[in-house]
């Protein structure tokens, strides 16, 4: 059964920082771009980070530029270093995979989901 699990979530005050994990299981993810996407309450799923398989060219939206760090350690293993947390970027927070080499961003482009890990910054 492919799997997609993260961890790390909590709550914290501005400032503070989170680090987010993504255990992947069920398969080699070394052929997939992984992502990170948050989805606040009544909005919609937003791309955060990403990091493509073929070269590990890290892309981010632009609102976390500087603050926030994605990385892989291996095949099945992704992470969200974020530093410098704002209240605004209180959300659920999802890893994904897709089966491609570009820097890809919508939210459709991905095929793998995990459940997702509340991260709520508080003022």
């Known amino acids: 059964q492919v799997q997609l699990v993260e961890s790390g979530g909590g709550s914290v005050q501005a400032g503070a920082s989170l680090r987010l994990s993504c255990a992947a299981s069920g398969r080699t993810f070394s052929r997939y771009t992984m992502g990170w996407f948050r989805q606040a309450p009544g909005k919609e799923r937003e791309f955060v980070a990403g990091?493509?398989?073929?070269?590990?060219?890290k892309y981010y939206t632009e609102s976390v530029k500087g603050r926030f760090t994605i990385s892989r350690d291996n095949a099945n293993a992704v992470y969200l270093q974020m530093n410098s947390l704002k209240p605004e970027d209180t959300a659920v927070y999802f890893c994904a995979a897709g089966k491609f080499a570009r820097a890809y961003t919508a939210a459709s482009d991905f095929g793998l989901w995990g459940q997702g890990t509340q991260v709520t910054v508080s003022s």
């Open positions: 990091i493509t398989y073929s070269d590990g060219y």
